[in-house]
């Protein structure tokens, strides 16, 4: 049963392997089929891997030989500190994690009290996309002042407004018609301040003249947006249905020019009054040109002076 012991008693019999070694070295794998043929090998000439990795154990009545183990009971004595040890940091990890929801929703809420409240958005793509995404967030309703003209889904209500002037601009008009075709209600204003989108209440968009935005979520400062909303909705006019011809209403050019007439007298130029109406600088300067010719007047501070003393309520 032992005749194939050789060499010294070294306890390794020639094996090359490391301590740290997690597999049997070339010299062990040939003893354990050895021992697994023979069914036993000398302890003295045993490879040191063998042992350690517990593929060969003494067996009770033999202290001289180690007899093989099966590598599934082998590998499953050595996995199975490094399996408690596993479910152990797994504990761990759920408990950490576990431990740490609270204060995650405690930074949320507090960020949003904070400044989260307002995000700031730069660039004429991502202002783009953002109101893109900002309509199809809605689930209620959708406000909007100036906007570029968004269609909304189903079940959504939509209310704009637009300046006075939208009825006689032709791009701005096909704008409006595209929003009451798809359900929206549009009423204009003499003077709109400001590019404004309201999504159900909760979250307000405000879009500067250049290619900036900001996302607006405190409570307060989205309440008092919608308020501002509300007041111009009811001064507002509603506009024509779409099907009805587009015309220069008198009353809606009136209003503009006193518009015009108001900002001149407060020192605007007609850049500055046409950004603030929503209408060309040509536009502005035509009105401007007619009241000059209806007043008398040969300067823009004495047409300023003239509109002051015959226009006292504006």
Request: proline residues 6%; charged residues 25%; neutral net charge.
């Amino acid at each position: 049963m032992h005749d194939d012991a050789q060499g010294p008693a070294t306890g390794h019999h020639g094996c090359d392997c490391t301590e740290a070694a997690d597999a049997p070295c070339a010299e062990g794998l040939s003893r354990y089929r050895a021992a697994v043929i023979k069914g036993c090998l000398p302890r003295a000439t045993a490879p040191r891997c063998l042992v350690r990795l517990g593929l060969l154990t003494p067996p009770p009545d033999d202290p001289g030989v180690l007899v093989p183990v099966s590598p599934n009971v082998a590998e499953s004595e050595l996995l199975q500190p490094v399996r408690e040890q596993l479910d152990a940091r797994q504990e761990q990890l759920r408990s950490i994690s576990s431990g740490f929801s609270p204060v995650h929703a405690i930074y949320r809420a507090a960020r949003r009290e904070s400044q989260d409240w307002l995000t700031a958005v730069d660039g004429a793509d991502a202002v783009s996309a953002l109101l893109e995404q900002a309509v199809r967030d809605c689930r209620a309703e959708l406000l909007t002042s100036l906007p570029d003209p968004v269609l909304v889904t189903s079940g959504v209500t939509h209310r704009a407004l637009y300046p006075h002037a939208a009825r006689t601009h032709a791009a701005q008009w096909r704008r409006i018609q595209d929003i009451e075709r798809a359900g929206g209600r549009v009423r204009t204003l003499h003077q709109l301040t400001g590019h404004l989108v309201l999504c159900d209440r909760s979250v307000a968009y405000l879009f500067g003249q250049g290619s900036g935005a900001v996302e607006i979520r405190h409570p307060s400062v989205v309440a008092h947006l919608t308020a501002v909303f509300e007041d111009a909705w009811e001064r507002a006019r509603p506009v024509a249905e779409p099907s009805a011809a587009r015309t220069r209403e008198p009353l809606i050019v009136d209003e503009v020019r006193r518009t015009v007439m108001k900002l001149l007298v407060s020192g605007l130029t007609d850049d500055a009054i046409a950004r603030r109406i929503g209408v060309s600088r040509r536009t502005v300067a035509a009105h401007v040109a007619e009241m000059s010719r209806e007043l008398g007047s040969h300067s823009r501070a004495q047409l300023g002076y003239l509109i002051a003393r015959s226009e006292p309520e504006l």
